[in-house]
């Protein structure tokens, strides 16, 4: 029988993604057993993130400061805002370093199955920045579920809505859906496919 700290930090681990009661037990140990080089400063490394780490007010990634760095960054593009739906998607797109716009998180997708409908969603903010900036491209970067494309069709229309005197001042754009880089057509479902045809381009 573990003692109730060592079961405490097991139940806390198990929470975590990908990371079952087996898994978790077997992660407390190995942290337990290696104290000073990982168990004290990830508990430091915690601590720390839980006072500092908050939503930036402009777009909503995680940072230490508000401004976050991105939407701070004077080299960055400020009239082009890739929205997205969560913050591990920013993250994602900033790994593959190929864009230099900036960022707007709404904080998830429309689903009438889980309740969550415009108004839990940060897209009045976005909107916000159009109208108040001088935004020249949206580029919509929600998944490819029907959940994200009901989320991109809703925000264009609300997009749309934005004009100035009768003509919008930015265009809407969508990232390509169809065959990944190094994929084999035969491993792909019908609807990659579908996708990959519909977006061809000339060469």
Not at 87 to 115: C, F, K, N, P
Not at 149 to 168: C, F, K, N, S, W
Request: net charge negative; hydrophobic share 40%.
């Amino acid at each position: 029988m573990s003692s109730p700290e060592i079961e405490r930090l097991i139940q806390m681990l198990s929470k975590l993604p990908g990371l079952g009661p087996r898994s978790a037990r077997r992660a407390a140990l190995h942290l337990i057993k290696r104290r000073d080089s990982l168990l004290d400063p990830l508990a430091s490394a915690m601590a720390q993130a839980a006072q500092s780490v908050q939503p930036c007010g402009v777009c909503g990634n995680l940072d230490g400061t508000d401004p976050c760095g991105v939407c701070a960054d004077a080299r960055r593009d400020s009239s082009s805002i890739c929205v997205v739906e969560d913050v591990a998607d920013l993250w994602a797109l900033e790994r593959a370093s190929s864009y230099r716009g900036v960022y707007h998180v709404v904080g998830g997708t429309l689903s009438a199955l889980d309740g969550r409908g415009p108004d839990d969603l940060n897209i009045g903010a976005l909107l916000g920045r159009v109208e108040a900036g001088e935004v020249t491209e949206i580029i919509l970067a929600t998944s490819a579920t029907v959940e994200g494309q009901a989320t991109a069709h809703y925000i264009t229309d609300r997009l749309e809505e934005t004009v100035v005197d009768g003509e919008p001042q930015f265009r809407i754009t969508r990232l390509a859906h169809g065959v990944p880089v190094g994929g084999e057509l035969d491993y792909l479902d019908d609807g990659t496919l579908s996708a990959a045809l519909k977006a061809r381009r000339p060469v």
